[in-house]
């Protein structure tokens, strides 16, 4: 994933959850490793718990039934801490990825409705991905004609 222009967030600081158990469930690595994401965001370390949503994120099994739940909700954090780091289009990806659970929606529709970028400017033959994309190049050019002048 990207970062909007000029913005690059420092790499987690944090070790990977390796300090879990091998032997525990790949559900309950993902519970851990949400629990230490969520109290760096307590802690007001942005940077370092949206690491840990991602690796959370990268430990779930596609299609696992036992998993689906918190991925809908890892990525709903993660949607958080990217509109508060000021990163409103991948934000958006985030909470696009959490409307296929059910039971996140509502969240997802509330934080995709908190960015001051929307879907309305989605066209009829763009995914969100490619909506993200074509903002974050026109955003580029108007950098860019904004420094020319």
């Keep these: 994933m990207s ?3 000029g913005q690059t967030p420092a790499e987690p600081s944090l070790e990977p959850v390796s300090d879990v158990p091998a032997q525990q469930s790949q ?12 109290e760096l965001y307590k802690n007001g370390e942005l940077e370092q718990a949206l690491g840990l949503y991602r690796e959370g994120l990268g430990l779930a099994v596609e299609g696992s039934e036992e998993t689906a739940e ?3 909700a890892l990525h709903l954090n993660s949607a958080l801490m990217l509109q508060k ?6 934000a958006l990806v985030h909470c696009s ?3 296929s659970f059910p039971k996140h929606q509502n969240k997802a529709f509330f934080r995709q409705g908190q960015a001051p ?7 009829a033959h763009e995914t969100p991905e490619h909506l993200v994309c ?3 190049l026109e955003k580029k050019k108007k950098n860019q004609l904004t420094l020319q002048a």
Excluded at 27 to 38: V, W
Excluded at 85 to 90: A, K, P, Q, R
């Design 3 to 5: 970062f909007g222009w």
């Design 27 to 38: 559900l309950q690595r993902m519970e851990a490793t949400k629990a230490r994401a969520n």
């Design 70 to 72: 918190l991925v809908g």
């Design 85 to 90: 780091m000021g990163l409103h289009e991948e």
């Design 97 to 99: 990825s959490a409307m």
């Design 117 to 123: 970028v929307s879907y309305t400017h989605l066209r």
């Design 134 to 136: 074509r903002l974050l």
